[in-house]
T-cell receptor, first 117, second 114 residues
Framework: AQSVTQPDIHITVSEGASLELRCNYS??????LFWYVQSPGQGLQLLLK??????LVQGIKGFEAEFKRSQSSFNLRKPSVHWSDAAEYFC???????????????FGKGTHLIIQP | GAVVSQHPSRVICKSGTSVKIECRSL??????MFWYRQFPKQSLMLMAT?????????EQGVEKDKFLINHASLTLSTLTVTSAHPEDSSFYIC??????????FGPGTRLTVL
């Protein structure tokens, strides 16, 4: 069975500092990997996704993530955080079904990002 | 980006009553959609997958008779929590599979059962 581990429940970062959120996954085949952000009162917003190809993926809002198969990791990074980045971040793994449709996602428990002024 | 709405955003009901949550995609059609449940400070757990016109497939441990899913059209799905109890209190989130590899999520519905 697939699983996702986000080892950091909370992370506090000063505004303007760099950020790295960790994500490790367990999956039998090549996974589809996602990072979502959840803000209060809003739906999950897709930051970026990895399916294949270049292991460094660029997303929205200045985020990027790197897929490392040898470490089963897909860490999210941002060189300089803004106060508006404070939110809950979820890493997720999914796959395609045998029929080519999407399968439900397995989420990590999330990392709560706090931005210090 | 794709827009998915959920209604209501919050609902409070008495134990034993049924509650219907509506999930609608506003600017695209999707064959497949998903319902998730999120407990406070915890992750999203997949409850069920449904394809338009077919019966939903429920994850292990999810009672299909308690959580009724009707995928009425390519833009509308409903989740009915039947005979709700306090332990059903949770945050319910739907998503539509817009393309075969990316899901778009609704803002969620907070259910409180007294």
């Amino acid at each position: 069975a697939q699983s996702v581990t986000q080892p950091d429940i909370h992370i506090t970062v000063s505004e303007g500092a760099s950020l790295e959120l960790r994500c490790n996954y367990s999956y039998g085949a090549t996974p589809y990997l996602f990072w979502y952000v959840q803000s209060p009162g809003q739906g999950l917003q897709l930051l970026l996704k990895y399916f294949s190809g270049d292991t460094l993926v660029q997303g929205i809002k200045g985020f990027e993530a790197e897929f490392k198969r040898s470490q089963s990791s897909f860490n999210l990074r941002k060189p300089s955080v803004h106060w508006s980045d404070a939110a809950e971040y979820f890493c997720a793994v999914g796959a395609l079904t045998s029929g080519g449709g999407a399968d439900g996602l397995t989420f990590g428990k999330g990392t709560h990002l706090i931005i210090q002024p | 980006g794709a827009v998915v709405s959920q209604h209501p955003s919050r609902v409070i009901c008495k134990s034993g009553t049924s509650v219907k949550i509506e999930c609608r995609s506003l600017d695209f059609q999707a064959t497949t959609m998903f319902w998730y449940r999120q407990f406070p400070k915890q992750s999203l757990m997949l409850m069920a997958t449904s394809n338009e016109g077919s019966k939903a497939t429920y994850e292990q441990g999810v009672e299909k008779d308690k959580f009724l899913i009707n995928h009425a059209s390519l833009t509308l799905s409903t989740l009915t929590v039947t005979s709700a109890h306090p332990e059903d209190s949770s945050f319910y989130i739907c998503s539509f599979d817009r393309v075969a590899d990316t899901q778009y999520f609704g803002p969620g519905t907070r259910l409180t059962v007294l």
